[in-house]
């Protein structure tokens, strides 16, 4: 069965500062891998996603991503975070066709000033 | 701009009420779920449907059913509320492979 971790349930960063949310995954095919944020009181909104090729994604709002098949994992990352980042970071895996997409617990993510 | 529309933000509800959440998309995707969101468990699938009138089980269907008579629309229902339902409820659509899911804003549903 497939699974997601994302093993830090609340991460603070200062603004300006790096970011890097941990996702490991767990997936007997190749891999479909996705990351979401979700601001407060807001729906799942897409940052990127990874089918094949170039193991380093780029995203929306100055996110990335690298898939390591070695270490089953698909970290999300930004060079400097914007108050605005403030919110909670899903990652997902699913198969071919996003027939059953399965959600990691998130990730909170708090900035301060 | 795919839309995604849940018909209520907000609902209380008494227990042992039957309780309908609708989903209504604009973009003719062929499939459409619905996950609940609580702290802690991340989102966990509930039922989807990959056609019209046709549905499969998720993770936790326990307590729930859903219906899907037309293409844009897909409704979750609880038989009889229970006070462990109460959560976040999150539909969502995608149109095939190799795409990405689309999400409603969700319905925070509270059962008293």
């Known amino acids: 069965a497939q699974s997601v971790t994302q093993p830090d349930i609340h991460i603070t960063v200062s603004e300006g500062a790096s970011l890097e949310l941990r996702c490991n995954y767990s997936?007997?095919?190749?891999?479909?891998l996705f990351w979401y944020v979700q601001s407060p009181g807001q729906g799942l909104q897409l940052l990127l996603k990874y089918f094949s090729g170039d193991t380093l994604v780029q995203g929306i709002k100055g996110f990335e991503a690298e898939f390591k098949r070695s270490q089953s994992s698909f970290n999300l990352r930004k060079p400097s975070v914007h108050w605005s980042d403030a919110a909670e970071y899903f990652c997902a895996v699913g198969p071919f066709g996003n027939e059953k997409l399965t959600f990691g617990t998130g990730t909170r993510l708090t900035i301060i000033p | 701009d795919v839309k995604v529309t849940q018909s209520s933000r907000y609902l209380v509800k008494r227990t042992g009420e039957k309780v309908f959440l609708e989903c209504v998309q604009d973009?003719?995707?062929?499939?459409m779920f619905w996950y609940r969101q609580d702290p802690g468990l991340g989102l966990r699938l509930i039922y989807f449907s990959y056609d019209v009138k046709m549905k499969e089980k998720g993770d936790i269907p326990e307590g729930y059913s859903v219906s899907r008579e037309k293409k844009e629309r897909f409704s979750l229902i609880l038989e009889s509320a229970s006070t462990n339902q109460t959560s976040m409820y999150l539909c969502?659509?995608?149109?095939?492979?190799?795409?990405?899911?689309?999400f409603g804003q969700g319905t925070r549903l509270t059962v008293v």
């Open positions: 997936y007997g095919a190749t891999p479909y």
């Open positions: 973009m003719d995707h062929e499939n």
């Open positions: 969502a659509t995608l149109s095939g492979v190799n795409t990405e899911a689309f």
